[in-house]
């Protein structure tokens, strides 16, 4: 007597289905469903499991999650005016903005490659003062130079004296800014109780003077 033919794993598979497939037709249909998924060699934990997914909503496949979809138009531009303002933002720093402007979760990779989509790149900062040049401070250098002028002439002891606002090498050296252009930062002039260093130096000695004080040094 020949042995009786095995069903494949496809066979198997189609059998599974088709028994779970009459499990959820008779919830469907009001009728005893358990006693049906024991006639069909069914597990409750099985039956129970597809009962359940027929009462939700059936599952999407292929697309886009709209929930997913952080990386708007509009949160791009929101981080452009952020870098626009300041381009010493942090990819850490804008994640927290946008949630408290716009109410949006995204990380900071998500950041990171929306800015490099939008043509922006990480470069060494470079501090341009507001006052530098205007006519006001080029009219005291050029004063300045006419004086140092006239003591050199007479031989006279010259110690060259500055301070700088400790506080600004503090700040963060890097900043953003499209490929192509400079990552730039214009600080306004130090007022206040900031921590400077005043220092002194002669050409005959060297350095004169060198200590740190609170506040900008008045004449």
Not at 42 to 68: I, Q
Not at 89 to 115: F, I, K, N, W, Y
Not at 169 to 174: I, K, T
Request: proline share 4%.
């Amino acid at each position: 007597m020949p042995s009786p033919i095995k069903p494949t794993n496809k066979q198997r598979q189609h059998e599974r289905a088709a028994s779970k497939a009459r499990v959820v037709r008779a919830y469907k249909d009001g009728e005893d469903w358990r006693e049906v998924a024991a006639h069909n060699d069914v597990p409750y934990s099985t039956a129970r499991r597809a009962v359940l997914s027929a009462d939700g909503d059936p599952k999407r496949h292929g697309g886009v999650c709209e929930a997913r979809v952080k990386m708007t138009v509009e949160v791009m531009g929101k981080l452009e005016e952020y870098l626009d303002e300041d381009c010493r933002h942090t990819c850490e720093q804008m994640p927290d903005r946008l949630r408290s402007d716009l109410g949006v979760t995204v990380s900071t990779s998500s950041v990171h490659r929306a800015l490099q989509g939008m043509v922006y790149s990480l470069k060494k900062l470079r501090i341009e003062k507001i006052t530098v040049n205007n006519t006001v401070n080029k009219d005291k250098r050029k004063e300045f130079v006419e004086k140092l002028e006239k003591h050199m002439s007479r031989g006279d002891m010259v110690v060259f004296q500055d301070e700088t606002n400790f506080n600004m090498y503090l700040l963060r050296n890097e900043g953003y800014s499209r490929v192509g252009e400079r990552a730039t930062v214009a600080p306004t002039p130090s007022q206040g109780a900031n921590l400077h260093v005043q220092g002194g130096v002669f050409s005959g000695t060297g350095i004169v003077l060198m200590r740190p004080h609170a506040g900008s040094m008045t004449k």
